[in-house]
């Protein structure tokens, strides 16, 4: 039987936006795009490849790409949503200034002057230090490399740091002390080979969508996957093994599965031998914690641990990965440094299929840290306080060595600092730290204390309220450059509209402020290639060396994997191949760790354990998720999780609003009732502001090494409200 052809009428409503009825354009000319711009999602490490539709200098559409080797054209909700911020009403689009009536417009010149003046006063009264800047791990490579040099050139203080502060750092101190390098050990294409595949305090399927793909694939083949965490997370409920870990538990239980491995004979001792040190301390140390004894320190079945063990100890191939809900903890690299020791006493790591990754939270979560953002780094994930590193680094800025500040404060501690007083001046870019931070009434009142505050952003985020001085700054279809994934792929941002309104370009207007400080001459870019440019040769003979990384390479190779030190060099999408190790003896390191508790446990007045974590609709402090609505329907505000048996405890039914308190403030949310998480453990997402914000619970413990805080655990009490 004939199908009769569809009206018109029936082809808009089902095509209407795909649809050109003449080749001149007819009446649907406004959806086709001028232009195609290849380019990568604004959010997670992943950094999924996605094309964006632009037309009159608006982006009106994407497409995901399926030619980029890591997405192959799969996009999570945020990633399929992104491009609707673009145009949102919020957008700043001109320079604004607090007066006691609120923001006013004002012009570009007198903002700078304004920001300018303060900055030379403060510094002149106070000293260089009394001004620090706050930055960000969305920021391209070559913004955090500018950064890092406007900071020490050009600001002259030594209190600079990122919010890769409170994602990243517990990983790479752990990676360093351990392998001598903090990069992941293996592209996402080993994942596919493992037979084991063991994920840690990673809620995959929610922050990392497409890496699932990863774990599905080898899954597919037949490898067993272990899950371990607080709530059984979506991936967790498909695992072969879950684990139900205590928040804070951690370190107990990777120790005691590594002793029942050791105890089997489940190691690979000329591995051992051939390519660690160590490994006997290791060992006399997870002594001490058989399943028995570990089982009651993290809150598990030890009949758990000894099967956990069971798959991991006699597989071919495997890889471990993990993310925050290890590393936000006082002992957060102590949590990385048991991870590890269990990969290495196996000897699977280095090979096809066997391998050891964190996933990286932030865009550009990897690289930012690499070029210098961070407080005691320099480019090249050089040492500040290296005299070498630093003799290097002076050349390539043509300055002395000793104008080069030393190392400062990390991120809470800086806003400590402020608190006290003893910061006066903050300058922000990409970063919102009153969601952000732990503690956030402490953060409101230390930001209330800055005699000024000048920020950069592209929407007033929460933290911008309180700024003197707002610079509308860009998004990142609205420029060029490179981030690093957190496979280590070097990756191109492509430019593909103009800032609206009177925003500026992110590194325009740092280079305005420098020029404007005196030091014209160490930034006069013209384009990110330069800026690129200058920063593969300070990053020449560092163990982050892009130096043979072009633009050109970048685009023809679909990425590349540093370390890259020469232009013929073929990348390194695996390391530690051969066994061998980023330290001066090439080999790795064991490092034992014992188990210590978190800094507040549960008592009589705050008896359960607050947890918290992202949901897949949102990201980070939620400035641009918050703005997309089909983002906002499907999670539209902060639920707290408690499990049944709690919820009968505490004569809580389904939909009640409940109040989460602990010692340093409290919230009112709706209660969510399921069966997926630990009964002593309360979670809230921390995407969300004001009075709805996860981080007016939390401790501002910090980890001694890395100086991350304890998202993930701290005493709460929960009451019907």
Known sequence: MAIPPLTNLQLIEQFGPHLNSTPSGGWQADGRPDKLINTHCCFCGQQCGITLKVRQNRVIGFEPREDFPFNEGKLCPKGVKRYLQNEHPDRLLAPLKRTDAGFIKIGWEEALDNTVTAIKRIQKEYGHDSFAMLTGASLTNEKAYLVGKFARLALKTRNLDYNGRLCMVSAAAGNKKAFGVDRAANSWSDIPLADVILVIGANVAECAPITTDYIWRARDRGAKLIMIDPRVT???????????????????????????????????????????????????????????????LCGVDPDLIVRAAEIWGPAKTSFLLHARGIEHHIHGVDNVLSCINLVLASGRIGRPGCGYSTITGQGNGQGAREQGGKCDQLPGTRDLGNPEHRKYIAEVWKVAENEIPTAGSSAEELMQMMHAGEIKGLLNICFNPLISLPDSNFTRQALSRLEHFTIIDFFMSETARHADIILPGSLQEEDEGTVTSAEGRVIKINKAVNPPGEARVDWHI???????????????????EEIFNELRVASKGGTSDYFGITYQKIEANDGIFWPFPALDHPGTPRLFEGGKFFHTDGKARFIPVEWAPPAESPDADYPLVLTTGRVVSQFLSGTQTRRIGSLVDQYPEPLVEIHPSLAKQLGIERNDKVKVQTRRGEVILTVSIVTTIRHDTVFIPYHWADEKSANLLTIRALDPTSKIPEFKCCACRVTRA
């Open 234 to 296: 979506p991936l967790a409920r498909t695992a072969d093994l879950f684990i139900p870990v205590r928040p804070g538990g951690d370190a107990a239980l990777m120790n005691s599965i590594l002793n029942v491995v050791i105890a089997r004979g489940w190691v690979d001792t000329q591995f051992i031998e051939e390519h660690t040190v160590g490994f006997n301390a290791v060992k006399e140390m997870v002594a001490k914690y058989p399943p028995e004894v570990a089982g009651p």
């Open 510 to 528: 740092l280079c305005d402020i420098a020029r404007r400080l005196g030091k014209a001459e160490y930034f006069a870019y013209q384009s990110p």
